[in-house]
């Protein structure tokens, strides 16, 4: 009877020795996001955007200062009273300003983050089609020391999935 469930676990143990591998691979998720041209286009219009900003302020900004340098020349001849609804009419503008500033900031900022989510979504999803179309079991990420600290460079399908990922945009 001992010898029976020895054969048995033998034969057990060979069967799933002999049973499908599973496929591992990992990629370096820094330089998925680097080269993933719809992150690169967000990116580019990002800083388009952010350029457009601060030439938009800056000029506004340059504008301001033109504007209460003129006050500050003039309010030494003008009436006390006359001077401060001066002041604080300007006062009330560089605030204006600010705020608009602020709220357009934080407009780009929504709208930046919006489209990063959107985007890393996609690419998530796209990470497991790759995995089921390509047979894997685990694709691990790694960035810095985060995900794989150490994998065999066979293991590293980055370039591979990177090509895949941008012909999927395509």
């Known amino acids: 009877m001992k010898k029976l469930f020895f054969i048995a676990w033998l034969v057990l143990t060979a069967v799933a020795c002999n049973g499908p591998k599973e496929k591992t691979a990992y990629i370096d998720l820094n330089k998925v996001v ?3 041209d719809a992150m690169k286009n967000i990116k580019k219009e990002f800083d388009e955007k952010q350029a457009a900003y ?3 302020y800056d000029s506004l900004a340059l504008a301001f200062q033109q504007k209460y340098q003129d006050f500050l020349k003039r309010s030494k001849r003008m009436n006390p009273r006359k001077a ?3 002041y604080n009419a300007l006062a009330a ?3 204006n300003i600010q705020l608009l ?3 357009d900031l934080q ?4 709208e930046f983050d919006k489209k990063t989510r959107e985007a890393t979504d996609k690419l998530k999803d796209f990470i497991r089609q790759f995995g089921e179309q390509n047979g894997y079991t685990y694709i691990f990420s790694q960035s810095e020391l985060a995900g794989v600290a150490y ?3 066979e293991k590293n ?3 591979e999935f990177i090509k895949a990922l941008n012909a999927q945009l395509k």
Not at 107 to 110: H, K
Request: glycine share 4%; no cysteine.
């Open 151 to 153: 994998g065999k460079k």
């Open 93 to 95: 503008e560089q605030q």
């Open 34 to 36: 680097e080269e993933y």
């Open 107 to 110: 407009q780009l900022q929504e």
């Open 157 to 159: 399908i980055t370039d």
């Open 54 to 56: 601060t030439k938009k």
């Open 84 to 86: 401060q609804e001066e």
């Open 101 to 103: 500033q602020q709220r």
